[in-house]
């Protein structure tokens, strides 16, 4: 039998990644294509805190955590809340499929390619106080020991070791521009695009787009994983979804991923007819920092915060129940958008910060990245100050004031906002009001202020109260846990929920409901499956996920085709 045509996946990212592993484990070969150098390798799921969505698995159980599938199914479906008859029947039957993966087979699947997880489970996303709305009921947040880099590296390795055995081939700076379709059958057969100058820039780092030469490549299949838009804010903005979100589109973001996270696929897929869907449909974050040492353009962290910060909007006013940090992301991004600004501010002190304020992405978690358990006792247990990331933050991040009385952090607080245009000036009188009310309900364990009940009930979580939630204080309480932090948070990009649409195989759906022969599509650019799995919201740990879910279906369906499994679907 003669050697099958390679397989073309455009994005070496952690969805190409999968799809790659699962076609050289049936001796398929593949040609992967990428626009930046081979130091971003595994894309953005590099720069990942490395959390990944399971349901009933072993350390749920280990910490007493009572989970199902009909829990998690009810907590997804509230979460995204489908209601586009044609537009998510797709994505409907991914977040099922997902849902039952999650429950069946990701816990093996990942463990048996030497991804471990930190014991004790994390809680993202608690939802917006309803049973049947938003959030996720128990912790479901597995932290990968090694964060991104490691769910990388089990992937990447044996993807190395059949490019080793010449099964694999890797175009570095390639820009694909074209996806090449035969006329006669209207089926994907190759790409076309530009090469790209070497540029030796370290991960991350925007690139040169100086152009050197130019290629076409045939194969056996097309797979498109090439990510969002979360790059490029002028894409952002025109997607914005005005019509849930307001009429304002927020002017100002700081950008969570690499300058190269552009979303070009998903409109160069669509020239060709593929039918992307739910584009109104994106996943940005509230609590944005402006990176101190920034590696991309306007370089943004996101602070992964517990629930004790007291949240105000750019006019010193409270946010209302139930938009409490870690609770209901899109929620609140709506209502910061109502407001008419597009920053908000946290008043917490060190105690807070120290125990509460966990940082997104690999590098700015070296004890879990580099899988160093005395750094991990010593700086998240046993630390008064946090993490030193955290520390950084504190003392040259931009965003920050400390102070060690109210009246002192309110004159800094104005202090930051003075050259921003139009920002509202704070009232000190005003938010010593608030912050009184806020301190007045932890006189006692039991209280009216939907917050304080919502510290409390969180701290019967035991991994939460021994390591992730400070103990209930009073904020004015400065001799305990002083200083004072004010934090303003941005807007920070981040990821694109609609895509690709695709059935259950990843193949490319075309507008009349046909699949696209040849073409299909996984990760960010598929809306992590189906062109939207996630409809509206996510549970977190659901993007990695998504990746892996939908890369193994695409490599496992186009290893079928180009090995001509008759009348066999790729099993999910």
């Excluded at 090469?195 to 925007?206: H, N």
Aim: net charge neutral; aromatic share 8%; charged share 25%.
């Amino acid at each position: 039998m003669a050697a099958p045509s390679p397989v073309l996946i455009i994005g070496a990212g952690l969805a190409g990644l999968v799809a790659a592993y699962e076609l050289t484990q049936r001796k398929v070969p593949v040609i992967i294509l990428d626009q930046e150098n081979p130091s971003n390798l595994g894309g953005q799921a590099f720069w990942s805190l490395g959390g990944i969505f399971v349901v009933n698995s072993a350390e749920q159980r280990r910490m007493g955590i009572k989970d199902s599938r009909e829990l998690a199914m009810r907590d997804w479906m509230g979460s995204a809340r489908f209601d586009r008859e044609e537009e998510d029947y797709w994505p409907r039957k991914w977040a099922e499929a997902f849902v039952n993966f999650a429950t069946d087979e990701m816990e093996a699947y990942v463990k048996a390619r030497g991804i471990g997880f930190l014991m004790n489970v994390g809680w993202a996303e608690r939802g917006g106080g309803s049973a049947e709305g938003h959030g996720n009921s128990v912790p479901r947040f597995h932290l990968t020991w090694g964060t991104g880099p490691e769910v990388v590296r089990v992937f990447a390795e044996p993807v190395r070791k059949a490019e080793g055995k010449g099964l694999v081939e890797f175009r570095w700076r390639h820009v694909v521009d074209e996806v090449i379709v035969d006329e006669k059958t209207g089926r994907a057969v190759g790409v076309r695009g530009r090469v790209l100058e070497g540029d030796e820039s370290p991960r991350g780092v925007k690139s040169s787009r100086v152009e050197v030469g130019t290629f076409e490549i045939m194969g056996s299949a097309v797979l498109v994983s090439s990510g969002g838009i979360g790059g490029n804010v002028d894409k952002v903005k025109a997607a914005w979804p005005r019509d849930r979100l307001g009429p304002k589109v927020p002017e100002n973001f700081v950008v969570g991923v690499p300058a190269h996270v552009d979303g070009r696929m998903i409109d160069i897929a669509q020239s060709v007819g593929a039918n992307v869907i739910n584009r109104d449909r994106m996943w940005h974050y509230t609590e944005g920092l402006q990176n101190w040492d920034p590696i991309w353009p306007g370089h943004g962290i996101r602070v992964l915060p517990a629930p004790s910060s007291l949240w105000l909007d750019a006019t010193g006013k409270r946010l209302p129940p139930f938009l409490f940090p870690g609770c209901d992301t899109l929620a609140t991004l709506k209502h910061i958008c109502s407001t008419g600004y597009d920053y908000t501010w946290f008043i917490a002190d060190q105690s807070i910060v120290a125990r509460e304020f966990a940082l997104s992405g690999s590098e700015q978690n070296p004890d879990v990245t580099g899988k160093s358990i005395w750094q991990l006792l010593t700086q998240r247990i046993l630390s008064s100050k946090g993490t030193i990331p955290v520390q950084n933050f504190v003392k040259h991040g931009r965003d920050f004031v400390v102070a060690d009385n109210l009246r002192d952090l309110v004159v800094g607080m104005n202090k930051l906002i003075s050259a921003v245009p139009g920002a509202p000036r704070l009232d000190y009188d005003e938010i010593k009001d608030v912050v009184d009310a806020r301190d007045g309900q932890f006189d006692n364990t039991y209280s009216k202020d939907a917050q304080a009940m919502l510290i409390h009930s969180a701290r019967t979580y035991w991994p939460d109260r021994r390591s992730r939630i400070a103990p209930p204080h009073k904020l004015l309480d400065t001799a305990k846990h002083g200083p004072l932090i004010a934090v303003r948070m941005n807007l920070l990009t981040r990821k694109t929920l609609g895509g690709i649409e695709t059935n259950l195989q990843s193949q490319v759906m075309r507008a009349d409901k046909t699949p696209f022969p040849g073409l299909y599509a996984a990760g960010e650019a598929a809306g992590f499956g189906g062109g939207g799995v996630h409809g509206y919201s996510s549970l977190e740990g659901t993007f990695l996920g998504g990746c892996i879910f939908s890369g193994r279906a695409a490599g496992r369906a186009m290893a079928d085709e180009v090995m001509g499994v008759s009348g066999e679907k790729a099993k999910l």
